[in-house]
């Protein structure tokens, strides 16, 4: 003891001893987010015993005997260890760790529970925080390119718009294919008809997740296989994903602040004629009378020159603001986090738009020592605005993209006095009334719609420990979402064009309440046996109540929908509401043996409302296994292989996602006069089938988790095979029944796949860390039953349903080149629409041989929707204070029907066409592959293979450069300061050429295109 008091005198009184100590100062942080580790742990490797941990702002200092150089130990929990070189005193070290989210004994969220990485027999991935792209408004846009086997697919880009998730490729045809999302423990089915109050014009691409913040959550798991997802049942044949959102820790309170800027345009425009181009086409086409009522001559046409750029009024530089706040900490028996968020994004299109306002308390007390309970609560209010639909007559054409696409650039937006112009000499048909046409600016910006959001969402639990391992824990939640779409068409707008003005309130409250009871037994027997039991009970109930009134002809535009009575025209009045329940018992034993043997077994049974008495109930079973190979004794001495681990699941999933009152035949309501007299008669409107049971998916995965060089270098490998049965499908029934179709389960489809990821850290120094990461999957997706007395499924003359063929598969006419020599004439088949075939017209390959191309027998099938393959990689490297990361999405092999240029290659006298037509077919340039310009060209309407394009790309979705630093501020107190740039789709490469390639539809015809946009933000933390 006298010796110790009498060096700490010595170190005390410094430079007045000749015993001299070297001052080592630093600061740690997480490589990826830059966030100070507090307690992490410092020793010089060379003294023993002499070691400090970290301060609340991941700080240290430590003194040593040993000179320079030496090194340094770190570690941390959660985080690789990392030896660190010091070469001198003088300069701080920062150091960067990196988390260990390939070590086995990281806890990861499952259903119903968690559990640790190396006992895990399921395919399970986890994007954690940091991975997420907080310039994103909604976290399912994050997930592209980040997770094997997982294709997100943009259904718009219209800020606020949903995104289609697949997950191992798609598995029904009208029970959806959306995975279940699990927020917090509340099950949601993200489906878009939540929010929809049947107001269409309104639009109804709204996502309900948007209105969650990506800021507030912790982590996602995405659970892929059978193995982990059948603990839910019906619920889980299309995969799960499951988010946690954040929550207090113990310690000091934390404030986090952050705002972010950014600007956005279109990615691209397309290729039309300007007006003198245009003008010479309209010569080429029009009729003496119409040449002579628009007055148009030669030499006018020359006169007008470029003309107006539609396209250059339609789009603007849109910016995007987001403010994020948040508090949180804890004490010993108590944890919290409260953040609120304001995120307001203008589109690319003018007149549309997203808000959302949003405020979070997550809550958590110990009670007793055994006892726990929580709140997680949300709340926002988000705002869709701005609509390109078309109500009644559309004219051939698809919404106000499209028309301002397609109007005449001879035609102005503006009269001289700067009103809107609605005079259009060229339009034709159901777009001229008293000689005025609709103009799709003026729509964007006199057409009111909107859709309002309210989405709550309440969670509460209590979690009591009865003896040591056994836990019973319930949990309540509720999520209501509530819906006003309202919208307001003028007279001189498209959809109150024929109506002197149009007007409509779309209300909906979509209400789910969940109860969950559960009890989990944990126990290990010595070092040889460990058990977890979980057995419970869940009850869900969905109810939803809508009301849509609509009116028209409006004596004063002003009053709008604000005042619908003001319409002397009732168009529609109606309601409806809805109930569902599913009770569900649940039960899981995961079993390890020597902690290197690992056997999960769970079965769920759930009777659901949806299905009549005797098909009520499903049951649905799954077995998983892993073997952790590399605790074996042949491979215990091979330290450089961490992790090895053999899965294998086989098990049962259902869907039940086929609406409400499925099974039942309906009625509904019709008038008759008799004598004068109005009644009321009931008709059967639909025949229903008291067999509908569940369409049930059964899966197979076999795969390995491979990490060596401790941790460095990591694998995930998965093959698996998907067979869903009782397809849900309309099948032809006898015309006795007074139906044509009955709903039955009778098809099957199949998906076979394989999936790849890698992770590896290149590069780890002292300033210096480089890491990657890639991924790559294969799903082959095949429709092989469709049950009997039908072959084949044609949907709308564009997609096929046939038995060895892929959902989504294109089905049309083969184009074969232009007629062009006298030989061609003689031969070529007729289309069966167009029995003169004339130079320069199409031609197409008759599949039969019998002379005349038609629908009936020369259509073949012309690709799929259906990728070869997804991929995704991304890197991140950090010099000192700076990072950069980048994050690439990409998909192979998938087409995509451009019915937007097959509209534009299709001229007439009224619109605008692609600037190909300056290469079209003339008898001084008959080389070619674009045909002659025609009017009312019929065949030009059919499918065939020229508009089926290769829609493959690969996309930079976000590259990102920031930069840490931690200027002090009042009582010498360190703020944690992030400075970052980023820029989202900067760069696209692909040959399709329509806007946008990655769309999640089979048809592209007018859809709002994706933008690019630059951001620039700060993160404050205190």
Do not use: C
């Not at 849900?728 to 006795?736: C, G, M, S």
Request: negative net charge; hydrophobic residues 35%; glycine residues 10%.
């Amino acid at each position: 003891m006298g010796k110790r008091l009498l060096v700490a005198t010595l170190v005390a009184i410094g430079p007045l001893v000749a015993f001299a100590q070297n001052l080592i100062t630093g600061h740690i942080t997480d490589v990826r987010t830059g966030e100070p580790l507090i307690g992490a742990s410092v020793i010089v490797k060379s003294e023993k015993g002499r070691g400090v941990v970290t301060d609340v702002d991941g700080n240290f200092k430590l003194e040593t005997k040993v000179e320079a150089p030496l090194t340094l130990k770190v570690e941390y929990v959660g985080y690789r260890a990392l030896d660190v070189d010091v070469y001198d005193f003088d300069e701080p070290v920062e150091i960067a760790l990196i988390d260990n989210s390939n070590r086995l004994d990281e806890v990861v969220v499952v259903g119903y529970g968690v559990q640790k990485r190396k006992q895990l027999t399921g395919a399970v991935t986890t994007v954690k925080n940091d991975e997420l792209l907080n310039t994103s408004t909604s976290f399912d846009n994050i997930l592209g390119g980040a997770v094997a086997g997982l294709d997100a697919t943009a259904s718009s880009g219209q800020p606020g718009a949903s995104v289609n998730i697949r997950i191992r490729g798609g598995n029904s045809i009208n029970a959806g294919n959306e995975p279940l999302y699990v927020i917090d423990g509340v099950l949601l089915y993200n489906s878009s008809s939540a929010t929809n109050a049947g107001n269409s014009v309104a639009g109804t691409n709204f996502n309900p997740l948007a209105s969650i913040n990506p800021s507030d959550i912790e982590s996602i798991e995405v659970l892929k296989d059978v193995s982990a997802s059948a603990i839910y049942g019906s619920r889980g044949a299309n995969g799960v994903i499951i988010v946690t959102t954040k929550s207090g820790k113990h310690g000091k309170v934390k404030v986090d602040y952050g705002y972010s800027i950014g600007v956005s345009s279109v990615r691209k425009r397309l290729d039309v004629l300007n007006a003198e181009q245009w003008g010479e086409l309209y010569l080429e086409l029009a009729t003496d009378a119409q040449k002579k009522a628009s007055g148009v001559t030669p030499e006018l046409v020359k006169t007008w020159g470029e003309g107006t750029d539609w396209q250059d009024a339609l789009f603007r530089t849109a910016t995007t603001q987001q403010h994020q706040v948040s508090v949180s900490g804890g004490s010993d028996n108590e944890r919290f986090h409260i953040s609120g968020n304001y995120t307001n994004q203008d589109g690319v299109i003018r007149g549309t738009g997203f808000t959302r306002l949003g405020a979070r308390l997550n809550y958590e007390r110990d009670i007793l020592k055994n006892v726990t309970v929580g709140l997680k609560s949300s709340f926002s209010k988000s705002t869709q605005t701005g609509s390109q639909s078309f109500r009644g007559q559309s004219n051939g054409v698809s919404g106000l993209l499209e028309l301002a696409l397609r109007t005449s650039p001879a035609v102005p937006i503006y009269n001289t006095d700067g009103t809107y112009n609605y005079a259009n000499p060229f339009e034709a048909g159901d777009f001229v009334r008293n000689g005025l046409t609709p103009n799709a600016i003026a729509d964007l910006s006199e057409v009111d719609a909107q859709t309002r959001v309210d989405n709550t969402l309440v969670s509460a639990f209590a979690q009591w420990e009865i003896i040591k391992g056994l836990k019973l824990r319930t949990q309540g939640s509720v999520n209501i979402l509530n819906t006003r779409q309202n919208v307001f068409g003028p007279a001189t707008s498209q959809i109150g064009f024929n109506s002197d003005g149009y007007g409509a309130v779309g209300s909906k409250r979509w209400e789910s309440d969940q109860v969950e009871v559960t009890l989990t037994w944990n126990k290990k027997i010595g070092n040889i046996h460990e058990f977890e039991v979980l057995g419970g009970y869940t009850y869900q109930q969905e109810k939803s109540e809508r009301l849509l009134g609509s009116t028209a002809d409006y004596a004063n535009d002003n009053l709008s929908y604000k005042s619908l009575q003001s319409g002397s025209q009732l168009i529609a009045t109606e309601t409806d509401f809805v109930t569902s329940v599913l009770y569900s018992g649940i039960g899981r034993i995961n079993y390890s043996l020597l902690d290197r043997y690992h056997l999960t077994a769970t079965l769920r049974a759930d009777g659901s409302s949806r299905f009549a008495k005797n098909k009520k109930w499903g049951w649905f079973p799954s077995l998983g296994f892993a073997w952790n190979v590399n605790e074996e004794k042949f491979l215990k001495n091979i330290k450089w292989i961490e992790d090895l681990k053999l899965r294998a699941s086989i098990g049962t999933v259902g869907n039940q996602e086929i609406g409400d009152y499925t099974f039942l035949s309906t009625y509904a309501a019709t008038h008759y006069f008799l004598g004068g007299i109005k009644n009321i008669a009931y008709y059967r409107s639909a025949l229903g089938n008291d067999d509908l049971k569940w369409e049930t998916t059964t899966s197979y995965d076999l795969g390995f988790d491979f990490n060596i060089l401790k941790g460095k270098l990591g694998f995930v490998f998965d093959v698996y095979h998907k067979k869903t049965s009782d397809l849900l499908l309309d099948i032809p029934v006898e015309q006795t029944t007074g139906f044509s179709r009955q709903l039955t389960n009778v098809g099957n489809v199949t998906n076979d796949g394989v999936e790849f990821a890698v992770n590896a850290t290149l590069w780890q120094a002292k300033d210096l860390t480089w890491q990657v990461s890639a991924n790559i999957a294969h799903n082959h997706n095949e429709v092989t039953s469709i049950g009997t007395g039908q072959s084949e499924i044609i949907n709308g003359n564009q997609t096929i349903i046939r038995p060895g063929e892929a959902l989504g598969t294109y089905y049309g006419w083969q184009f074969d080149g232009i007629v062009q020599t006298s030989e061609d004439l003689k031969s070529v088949p007729s289309p069966s629409n167009k029995p003169v075939v004339e130079y320069g017209d199409v031609k197409y390959v008759d599949q039969n041989g019998d002379g005349v191309v038609d629908q009936e027998n020369d259509r073949v099938v012309l690709g799929s929707a259906q990728p070869d393959f997804t991929y995704g990689f991304a890197t991140q490297l950090r010099y000192k204070s700076w990072n950069l990361s980048l994050n690439f999405q990409g998909s192979y092999g998938n087409k995509l029907y451009n019915q937007m240029e097959q509209a534009l290659e299709s001229p007439n006298a009224s619109y605008n066409a692609s600037t190909k037509l300056l290469n079209r077919w003339t008898a001084e340039n008959p080389s070619t592959t674009i045909p002659r310009a025609v009017a009312q060209n019929n065949y030009s309407a059919y499918l065939d293979s020229r508009f089926i394009e290769d829609a493959s790309y690969l996309r930079l979705k976000n590259i990102q450069i920031g930069y840490n630093f931690q200027p002090k501020v009042g009582n010498n107190q360190k703020l944690g300061v992030y400075l970052y740039a980023s820029a989202q789709n900067l760069l696209t490469i692909t040959n399709y050429s329509g806007y946008d390639p990655e769309y999640s539809g089979y048809v592209d015809r007018g859809t709002y295109p994706a933008s690019r946009t630059f951001t620039f933000g700060v993160k404050l933390s205190y």
